[in-house]
């Protein structure tokens, strides 16, 4: 009984480090999605929510203004790290000047690009001055890979083998594909365990909403993301959720369904991101 009860207290005492959230409380389709789950989508609920299933950081996403997400980070801190997001398709010198203070500044944490949304190729050219920038202050880029969710985004832009090619042009490029660029994880299982500077993350692999044959999916899930553990890519996977897709409550269980050590749970949980995240 009192083994059962420690293990109890070990799993709740799990460091968390969410690598993948969007703050997009006026955004029509996440407040629906939010609805659907019964989330408290708004700033204070999500940090409850955070504090509750003990997430101590979280990286948002961008997506729709650097100011805002440099400036939500420091108004909720300590809870937030903020990437910024820039489109190589076509820079805002503005834009990019104001990232790259904010990058000298240690205010922005990595910086986030969104192939097939944007319509470009992660390899082309015009992406290098973003690489370079990323470098240069050490910070990951984190890339939108597989299904784009949007009928007008072009599939062909986000497969993850694209990402080699990046990998094996800037070996000092920090680089993380979002949603094991799913559905081709095999192909993003090649892509992090080659080179030394790729990652993947695990967020965004299903919805929170009900469907006919959802677990049975979170079980297939399951077992691609243990054959990247075991194939030796346990240090090499983060913990997301895509907030607020799926509830932290319900993508947590799911992580911790996982065949794979103590250990290697703990990696994708925390530890594998605050390597690639300093935490402040």
Same mark, same amino acid.
């Given at each position: 009984?009192?083994?059962?009860?420690?293990? /109890?207290?070990?799993?709740?005492?799990?460091?968390?480090?969410?690598?993948?959230?969007?703050?997009?409380?006026?955004?029509?389709?996440?407040?629906?999605?939010?609805?659907?789950?019964?989330?408290?989508?708004?700033?204070?609920?999500?940090?409850?929510?955070?504090?509750?299933?003990?997430?101590e950081?979280?990286?948002?996403?961008?997506?729709?203004?650097?100011?805002?997400?440099?400036?939500?980070?420091?108004?909720?801190?300590?809870?937030?790290?903020?990437?910024?997001?820039?489109?190589?398709?076509?820079?805002?010198?503005?834009?990019?000047?104001?990232?790259?203070?904010?990058?000298?500044?240690?205010?922005?944490?990595?910086?986030?690009?969104?192939?097939?949304y944007?319509?470009?190729?992660?390899?082309?050219?015009?992406?290098?001055?973003?690489?370079?920038?990323?470098?240069?202050?050490?910070?990951?880029?984190?890339?939108?890979?597989?299904?784009?969710?949007?009928? !007008?985004?072009?599939?062909?832009?986000?497969?993850?083998?694209?990402?080699?090619?990046?990998?094996?042009?800037?070996?000092?490029?920090?680089?993380?594909?979002?949603?094991?660029?799913?559905?081709?994880?095999?192909?993003t299982?090649?892509?992090?365990?080659?080179?030394?500077?790729?990652?993947?993350?695990?967020?965004?692999?299903?919805?929170?909403?009900?469907?006919?044959?959802?677990?049975?999916?979170?079980?297939?899930?399951?077992?691609k993301?243990?054959?990247?553990?075991y194939?030796?890519?346990?240090?090499?996977?983060?913990?997301g959720?895509?907030y607020?897709?799926?509830?932290?409550?319900?993508?947590?269980?799911?992580?911790? !369904?996982?065949?794979?050590?103590?250990?290697?749970l703990?990696?994708?949980?925390?530890?594998?991101?605050?390597?690639?995240?300093?935490? /402040?």
């Amino acid at each position: 009984m009192t083994k059962k009860i420690l293990n /109890k207290r070990n799993e709740k005492a799990r460091r968390v480090f969410d690598s993948h959230i969007h703050i997009h409380f006026e955004f029509d389709r996440s407040v629906e999605q939010a609805k659907e789950l019964g989330l408290n989508y708004s700033p204070q609920g999500l940090i409850k929510d955070m504090k509750r299933h003990n997430i101590e950081k979280a990286l948002i996403m961008g997506t729709f203004s650097n100011k805002y997400a440099r400036d939500f980070a420091q108004k909720y801190a300590p809870h937030f790290l903020a990437a910024a997001t820039l489109n190589p398709v076509s820079i805002n010198p503005k834009e990019f000047d104001f990232v790259k203070s904010c990058l000298s500044n240690k205010e922005f944490s990595g910086i986030k690009m969104y192939p097939g949304y944007i319509k470009f190729y992660p390899y082309e050219k015009k992406c290098d001055r973003i690489y370079k920038l990323a470098m240069k202050y050490d910070v990951p880029v984190v890339f939108h890979s597989g299904d784009p969710a949007f009928p !007008g985004a072009p599939v062909k832009y986000c497969h993850p083998i694209h990402l080699d090619d990046v990998a094996c042009k800037f070996p000092d490029l920090k680089i993380i594909i979002a949603h094991l660029g799913f559905p081709w994880i095999t192909d993003t299982m090649e892509v992090i365990i080659k080179n030394p500077n790729a990652y993947s993350d695990i967020s965004g692999l299903f919805a929170g909403g009900e469907s006919p044959y959802k677990e049975k999916m979170k079980a297939r899930l399951r077992t691609k993301i243990e054959d990247i553990v075991y194939s030796g890519g346990g240090d090499k996977l983060l913990f997301g959720t895509d907030y607020a897709l799926a509830s932290h409550d319900e993508y947590i269980k799911f992580a911790k !369904g996982l065949k794979i050590s103590s250990e290697d749970l703990d990696k994708l949980l925390f530890s594998n991101a605050a390597k690639l995240f300093p935490l /402040k």
